[in-house]
């Protein structure tokens, strides 16, 4: 039995899928009980007021995490906002663990403690608010350098893949390609504006591209490990018409003749060496990526062709000497732009544009999305279009915001806090911290494996444009509550045994051969994207959201853990193919709660069972 030959397209399809409801969080905010009423007409009533410049209510935050010798503000507010008293008192149930000073909550030692703001309402009665004080100490817990990355995944694939290497300083060969027919979508006096704009879009800085260049959003998301760089070409003249490549199959042979063609051109024409763009010396470049000049088949209007955005590997040998492209992507111009009047300003034509450019300058977002390939990743949509698994709103998923956390930890980018006993754990939030915590049934020391991920989400960093901003109008919009995002991750690997994939799964890729055990699509064969070893795998997720409450299938603010939430593999068993058991049949042996949260951070206690 050969291998069967493969071809991984990846790609941007626009899911339809409803929108989360917020009716419930409507219903919360605004109904009031009569009783609730009563009280509060009575309370404003001035004849029965003994102390009228005294506050109806007081509120202050319900928890407050903090670390050893840590100090945060503690808010208060007052109903109504220009109440003139405002005599409170203060009083920590544990001063050894924290105390209260001046609005500020200083942490002492490790423990809990309830920190009480107490004062007299309007009728001379007692009122209060409580804030959960967590303070933890830090260095009772390292993180843990997983042994693997993507890089190590692709180099030991059971096919010829590579990717651009995630640390360094990668250099990618950006090639404008124009047909013989272009002028039909880009005027010719508009095609220098355009092949600029893929500059911006690569290479940008952030106020060139209006948000983030494909540049500036990885290494911000790197934090600092990678550093991109790269030429944008002249547009390399394939003298055909666009439609000799709109006829060719995703990933065809018409297509990857041309990756060949324009790059050995580029280096052929130019003082710079296919060596300068290998700088991982394996013998491949590290990416190259084609722009085409013509629309995508949505904006022209006609069924699925190869005028999509995709990536696909040549699979070629590699040539230390001469290095060979093999990791590419093909996009279209117009994921830049929106269409109508932003798309005839640069290109004189209005009707193709399928990004958003309505709060920015250039859109990146498809680019950034197939360079998440390019690095190694796989799609969290199911191309089936049935189910949500990772919730949308993620950069693999649906287009939009930064990265999920496990995929930021397989590129070598961040590592998690691996918990072996009960204990509390800080984590800050995940766009400016890279903390996460790991939880497992057994010892892991690679990110291609099962285990539980728990990341602080909040709509700031990378997540703060789409969730200021609904991306096209279809995309999730992120949510703007900050919490903890909970992942169920499969990333175990399968690998060819010379006579077909083994069920025994593994976590190691340098064993080399491997595979990726479990996709995010629901497709029942394997050329779609499912799990090479069948469809009694299909159900399997690599990546998936575990909702806290509700069945949104967009990520949203009830989806969150937040304070005072919960998670058992009892609770949330309909969540799990094999209900109480993780996939590989075992419980997971962890439960957590969410002990105290605020804007920025939250502690966690995480019970061993
Ligand atoms: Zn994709």
């Known amino acids: 039995m050969k291998k069967p030959l493969i071809k991984v397209l990846l790609p941007i399809t626009a899911l339809l899928l409803s929108s989360c409801s917020f009716t419930d969080w409507f219903k ?87 920190i009480t703001a107490t004062a007299k309402n309007r009728l001379g009665e007692t009122i209060k608010s409580e804030c959960n004080v967590v303070v933890t100490d830090p260095s009772t817990i390292s993180k843990t350098t997983l042994k693997y990355t993507y890089d190590d995944y692709c180099a030991n694939s059971a096919y010829p893949f590579d990717n651009t290497p995630l640390v360094g300083n990668p250099k990618l060969l950006v090639i404008p390609v124009w047909f013989s027919d272009s002028d039909t979508f880009i005027s010719m006096s508009h095609r220098e504006l355009v092949r600029d704009d893929i500059r911006k879009s690569f290479f940008g800085t952030n106020e060139e591209a209006g948000w983030r260049s494909l540049k500036t959003y990885y290494e911000e998301e790197a934090q600092g490990m990678i550093d991109i760089g790269g030429t944008i070409t002249e547009w390399y003249e394939t003298g055909e018409s666009y439609e000799v490549y709109a006829s060719d199959s995703s990933g065809g042979h018409k297509t990857e003749t041309l990756v060949e063609t324009a790059s050995t051109y580029y280096f052929n024409n130019s003082s710079e060496t296919a060596q300068d ?51 590419y992507f093909w996009g279209s111009y117009d994921f830049m732009y929106s269409s109508g009047i932003k798309a005839y300003e640069r290109t004189e034509l209005s009707m193709y544009g399928r990004g958003d450019t309505r709060h920015c300058v250039v859109d990146p977002h498809c680019f950034i999305h197939e360079m998440g390939h390019v690095f190694g990743l796989q799609d969290y949509y199911d191309y089936s279009g049935q189910h949500c698994p990772a919730g949308g709103f993620c950069m693999q998923d649906m287009n ?17 806090y691996i918990p072996t006993e009960t204990s509390t754990i800080i984590i800050n939030d995940f766009q400016s911290s890279h903390d996460m915590i790991l939880l497992a049934n057994h010892e892991v020391d690679s990110p291609f494996d099962e285990y539980m991920l728990l990341e602080f989400y909040s709509p700031t960093g990378l997540n703060k444009f789409d969730s200021d901003y609904h991306y096209n109008d279809r995309y999730p919009l992120g949510p703007k509550q900050v919490g903890i995002r909970l992942w169920h991750v499969d990333a175990r690997l399968t690998y060819w045994t010379g006579a077909g994939w083994s069920k025994t799964l593994v976590s190691n890729p340098t064993r080399g051969d491997v595979y990726h055990a479990m996709s995010n699509t629901y497709y029942s064969d394997w050329a779609s994207g499912y799990s090479p070893l069948g469809k009694n795998y299909a159900d399997f997720n690599t990546l998936q959201l575990i909702r806290c409450e509700g069945k949104s299938p967009y990520f949203s603010n009830n989806a969150i853990f937040g304070y005072g939430s919960s998670f058992t593999m009892n609770d949330y068993a309909d969540q799990f193919v094999k209900a109480q058991r993780m996939n590989d049949g075992k419980s997971l042996g962890w439960t957590f709660s969410v002990s105290a949260l605020d804007e920025t951070s939250a502690a966690i206690t995480v019970t061993k069972l």
């Not at 939009?400 to 998690?416: E, I």
């Open 28 to 114: 919360n905010i605004f109904s009031k009980n009569e009783q609730g009423q009563k009280e509060e007409e009575q309370k404003t009533d001035p004849k029965k007021q003994t102390y009228p410049g005294n506050p109806i209510e007081i509120d202050i935050p319900d928890s407050l995490p903090l670390t050893v010798g840590q100090t945060k503000a503690l808010s208060i507010s007052y109903n109504p906002q220009d109440t003139e008293n405002k005599v409170v008192e203060w009083v920590s149930s544990n001063p050894s663990v924290a105390t209260y000073s001046d609005g500020q909550v200083t942490a002492l030692s490790v423990g809990q403690s309830k």
């Open 277 to 327: 763009y290998d700088s991982n010396n394996d013998g491949y470049l590290d990416g190259v990526i084609l722009v085409y000049a013509a629309p995508d088949y949505d904006s022209l209007g006609v069924s699925s062709n190869n005028l999509w955005a995709y990536t696909s590997w040549l699979m070629g040998l590699p040539d230390l000497s001469n290095p060979t492209p093999n990791v």
């Open 400 to 416: 939009v915001g930064g990265h999920d956390a496990y995929s930021v930890m397989a590129f070598g980018w961040a590592k998690p």
